[in-house]
């Protein structure tokens, strides 16, 4: 899977996610922009609405049923902020993430 | 358009942030700012008044609940199904009654519709059968609907319309499990521009007037160049019958009290013609309040037309098939509504009815009747044309005016003018019926209503005013006069009924102090001109009351 196609999917979900967010709130459509952690751009709340809205999106688009909620993917509440390796951390690493799950997915 | 922001409380029993989110920013007029009462806490929110969530006196509240979460027994039918429908509904009672009881905290309740996740196939085959549990919560959004008919303040939203429009991804178990949110995104975007749509109806922001164009929007084809012989509209044929249904859509919108407008290029007589000629036209003349069919730029007729029916551009709604056209008038008259046009005839019946511009709270018999007031208008114009001057007009009119304190049956009129009119307002209050009612109901409050006829038929229920005695004079609180009489003396014969009271109760004097909007200038001009002593720093008018205000000499009052 040509990994350009999955990061244009999640900037189809932060562009949706946007229209909902306040002009001074915007997600910034960059590889950098952090997800978790101290210095992300989205609460608990908006970290959910993002995965969940990529799984339906990629599945719509791609016909893979993407799963980012098990595997340890998604920080639990009250666990350790997650490390700069953390699969989430960024779009750069979550594009990356999603591209190894859809390549073990091929090779299966 | 008003900037005002508008305060929500949002209850619910589910996670509402994404609910706020679009509410807070969707572009749409107006303006929502949203607070969030505890998560499920429904029921304590809605009984216990010392909540702290109500002191930001929000201006309207959304309740929005899970059907099994706050009617107890459904959810024991949802596990045993073993639940008789008669305890369900007495619940749904119960529940009615506690939203009943937030009707005089808040001005508008926005009760979303309960539906259950479209993966819940229930009973499958038997749903629909008395145990089922499609049947069971249809019957409970029925005794629902049932229950709240009469709150004049409360509005059910259907629900169902929004997660039919998110399709599969309206309901989402990851979302619930994650965060307890109950649906997917698409449901709130839909559910906030409902909302919205409603505030609008409730706040006088809806559209009066749409406006259509004829070639190729009311029908297909060029009449001046095909004949309208040979227009496409209805008969055995895909693109014809598209015209038709839409047609029929936009007589419906007139039937509802939408004034249905025509601005096109095209020679008059010829396109009248056709309107009046071909078999097939749903919409005859006296379906459209004006029209302007000339080869002049349609902005200028959009204003013309507007002017003329005295209505506001903010009102219009316009549609044509030409993108030009649309961009023309678009540029030209921002405040005007100019929906993007699909190219396929047959979308256009769907495009029209998806539109969220024409929500109003209430449809009382003034709007069922408000496009042959407007013919009956158009008619008297054509006498004034052939009269010389404004008297003898006035006169052969033959205007009567029957004037009423305000009873329960005229109540919903009288809200509906005092939240709709912008031009003849002096104070443009907002009220909802139960404010006016209790409003009026003080000692020292009095309001009237004046309903206007002439011989070419009835205006209605167009006028309001209000008096506040304090001491030996009063105040006009409310003038209110819908602008399909304006400038017909009915003006003056409000003031006379006014004036005539407070001289019987022994008060001195009246004032009036004008409160300026965007758009009330007219009533500043009216008072202007009425007699009374204008004190313009102060923005008050006063009249002595040793003297009469005479009725002017063209009315008879009843």
Redesign the interface.
């Given at each position: 899977m040509d990994r350009n196609t999955i990061l244009n999917i999640v900037y189809d979900v932060m562009s949706?996610l946007n229209?909902?967010?306040?002009d001074d709130d915007q997600l910034v459509m960059s590889e950098s922009t952090v997800l978790v952690g101290p210095d992300s751009a989205l609460d608990?709340?908006g970290l959910?609405?993002l995965i969940?809205?990529l799984?339906?999106k990629v599945t719509d688009k791609l016909g893979f049923d993407l799963d980012l909620?098990s595997e340890g993917a998604?920080p639990q509440p009250g666990s350790q902020l997650p490390e700069s390796g953390h699969s989430l951390r960024t779009v750069g690493a979550l594009v990356d993430y999603i591209v190894t799950l859809l390549k073990r997915s091929s090779s299966e | 358009m008003s900037e005002k922001e508008y305060r929500c409380l949002l209850v619910s029993d589910f996670t509402m942030d994404n609910l706020a989110a679009c509410l807070e920013n969707e572009r749409d007029f107006p303006k929502v700012r949203c607070a969030i009462a505890p998560f499920g806490q429904v029921v304590q929110v809605l009984i216990d008044t010392g909540v702290q969530f109500w002191d930001s006196n929000p201006d309207f509240a959304v309740i929005w609940t899970q059907p099994h979460n706050i009617i107890e027994s459904f959810q024991r039918f949802l596990d045993t199904a073993n639940v008789p429908v008669e305890e369900i509904l007495k619940e749904v009672d119960h529940y009615s009654k506690l939203l009943m009881g937030i009707q005089n905290r808040v001005r508008f309740i926005l009760v979303p519709t309960w539906v259950c996740p479209s993966y819940d196939r229930g009973y499958g085959m038997l749903d629909m059968r008395s145990k089922g549990l499609a049947n069971t919560l249809m019957r409970m959004n029925l005794r629902l609907a049932e229950n709240l008919e009469h709150a004049s303040n409360i509005f059910l939203l259907d629900t169902q319309r929004w997660t039919n429009t998110a399709g599969k991804n309206a309901f989402n178990p990851k979302l619930w499990y994650m965060a307890k949110i109950a649906f997917g995104r698409e449901v709130f975007v839909e559910a906030a521009r409902d909302m919205k749509a409603a505030l609008r109806a409730m706040t006088a922001g809806s559209r009066k007037l749409l406006i259509v164009d004829l070639d190729g929007t009311l029908w297909g084809g060029i009449v001046g160049d095909d004949g309208w012989e040979n227009l496409k509209l209805g008969g055995h044929d895909y693109v014809g019958e598209a015209y038709r249904d839409f047609q029929r859509s936009l007589k419906s919108l007139k039937n509802r009290g939408i004034l249905l407008g025509i601005v096109s290029k095209n020679d008059e007589t010829i396109a009248l013609e056709a309107i009046k000629r071909h078999p097939e036209m749903v919409l005859r003349l006296d379906d459209f309040a004006g029209w302007r069919i000339n080869w002049s730029d349609k902005a200028e007729n959009v204003v013309d037309l507007v002017t003329d029916l005295n209505l506001g551009l903010q009102s219009v709604v316009f549609i044509d098939d030409n993108p030009a056209e649309r961009a023309r008038v678009r540029d030209a008259l921002p405040e005007v509504l100019v929906p993007e046009w699909p190219e396929d005839k047959m979308l256009y019946r769907a495009t029209l009815l998806s539109l969220r511009c024409f929500d109003t709270s209430s449809i009382g018999k003034e709007d069922l009747e408000r496009t042959s007031m407007y013919v009956a208008e158009r008619q008297r114009r054509e006498l004034k044309s052939n009269l010389e001057s404004l008297d003898e007009w006035l006169t052969s009119l033959e205007t009567e005016v029957r004037v009423e304190e305000l009873t329960s049956a005229n109540l919903q009129r009288v809200a509906q003018l005092m939240n709709r009119t912008n031009q003849m307002n002096l104070s443009t209050r907002r009220m909802t019926e139960t404010e006016i009612l209790n409003w009026a109901a003080k000692d020292n409050h009095k309001l009237w209503t004046f309903s206007v006829s002439d011989k070419f038929g009835q205006s209605g229920l167009t006028g309001v005013a209000s008096l506040e005695v304090e001491n030996r004079g009063g105040r006009i609180v409310d003038f209110v006069l819908s602008c399909r009489v304006m400038g017909r003396k009915i003006e003056e014969t409000m003031l006379h009924v006014i004036v005539e009271h407070a001289r019987s109760i022994g008060l001195d004097y009246l004032y009036a102090k004008y409160i300026p909007t965007k758009k009330n200038n007219p009533c500043l001009e009216f008072w202007q001109r009425s007699g009374w002593e204008y004190d313009a720093p102060l923005s008050t008018f006063k009249w002595q009351l040793g003297d009469q205000y005479p009725l002017p000499n063209c009315i008879n009052i009843k």
């Open positions: 949706e229209n909902d967010r306040g608990s709340l959910v609405n969940v809205g799984e339906e909620t998604l | -």
